[in-house]
């Protein structure tokens, strides 16, 4: 079971949060806990009072997080070539693992086709 605890935004499918839960990761989608106009700033303070990782393919939380100032919480944008399921569970399952150290201290993490970022945070 890992102790890592994400939200995930509207733009991931409900197929790949599953895949998640089944492999053990804590992960919920932010219409279960938000109103499904929640906008981007509102999933980001839920994240941080409950001390979640946001978990996206919208480009704007990067920005809010960086100009924010923001310390926490920890954020997880992907941006792969294909948004399949079946593809982005895979390579989620694939390098989260690698990660848990430092999105628990704080970072902006990008993961792509064939490398993944990370920035700490706060970004400068």
Avoid: C, W
């Amino acid at each position: 079971m890992n102790s890592l605890q994400f939200i995930a935004d509207v733009h991931i499918s409900p197929l790949t949060i599953i895949a998640l839960q089944q492999a053990g990761y804590n992960i919920l989608r932010s219409t279960e806990v938000l109103p499904a106009t929640a906008t981007d700033i509102e999933i980001l303070e839920f994240a941080r009072v409950n001390n979640r990782i946001v978990l996206t393919q919208d480009l704007d939380f990067s920005a809010l997080v960086a100009l924010g100032g923001y310390s926490q919480p920890s954020l997880v944008t992907l941006r792969l070539s294909s948004a399949q399921p079946d593809l982005v569970s895979q390579k989620l399952l694939e390098v989260l693992p690698q990660l848990e150290q430092v999105l628990i201290e704080g970072a902006a993490i990008t993961i792509e086709d064939n490398a993944v970022r990370y920035r700490r945070l706060p970004i400068g």
